[in-house]
């Protein structure tokens, strides 16, 4: 829905806060807040970026009374997969690797939840509004269309650790390996939502359509947990592992 349809529907001017505005013009979305009522709408929950709980606070600062509408988010509609959200440890995101910046600190984070037990869900990367260097070095406002880091390619990325890790250091358990399952969600709430069970390798080639994809990489898993990923499981292969960890 653009935002001529919004201004529609909701019979009010809507003005389009980009990151940019939230993080560096509050001051601005809090202008008239003081006397008329202002709605601040995000996708997901209204808790789940630290910039919101930022606007609460320089609320609070200037005297302006809130009210948070709760709203689903992934963080807890990942349940979708059939993992349970109390198995959960710390969330990472996997964001897109370059030619010369290929980070690894989220793996890190992944081998601990495991090491703990603990399923990990991975947020994927999302480049809204990004200039060339030409563009950015003439203050040019003109922007490269959205990028979306797929459930493919963030497998891919992860394949590459295990690879270079493999040569430096001996495995422990909790490492990834390129059987290790995974799961892969996409559109998550949609009416063409899609959930798939597979492999790390099976992953790196697994189309799972537009985005938004998230990625969930398991600990220990309780039976009812791996009864679940074999409904989403998409090959004998992972079905067949699955049922080897249910014995």
Not at 117 to 135: A, F, V
Not at 239 to 245: F, T, Y
Request: charged residues 25%.
């Amino acid at each position: 829905m653009g935002v001529d349809a919004k201004e529609s529907f909701y019979g009010r001017e809507v003005i389009l806060a980009d990151r940019d505005m939230v993080e560096q013009a509050s001051d601005e979305l809090m202008a008239q807040a003081d006397s008329i009522d202002v709605a601040f709408l995000v996708v997901g929950d209204p808790l789940g970026a630290t910039t919101h709980t930022d606007l609460i606070l320089r609320a609070v600062e200037k005297g302006i009374p809130y009210k948070v509408i709760h709203n689903a988010s992934i963080m807890n509609a990942i349940g979708c997969c059939g993992l349970q959200l109390y198995n959960f440890g710390e969330t990472v995101s996997i964001v897109f690797w370059t030619e010369d910046w290929q980070p690894e600190s989220f793996y890190d984070k992944i081998i601990s939840n495991r090491e703990k037990g603990m399923h990990t869900l991975c947020l994927l990367d999302i480049k809204m509004k990004e200039q060339t260097i030409e563009n950015l070095m003439r203050g040019r406002p003109v922007y490269e269309p959205p990028r979306f880091l797929t459930a493919s390619l963030a497998a891919q990325q992860l394949l590459s650790i295990v690879e270079r890790r493999d040569q430096v250091s001996k495995q422990s358990t909790a490492d990834l390996t390129s059987d290790t399952v995974c799961v892969a969600v996409a559109r998550v709430g949609a009416d063409d939502q899609k959930i798939a069970a597979a492999t790390l390798k099976e992953m790196s080639t697994l189309d799972m359509g537009p985005p938004l994809h998230s990625v969930v990489i398991p600990g220990h898993m309780h039976p009812l947990e791996q009864q679940m990923l074999k409904i989403f499981a998409i090959s004998n292969h992972i079905r067949n592992i699955l049922l080897a960890e249910d014995r």
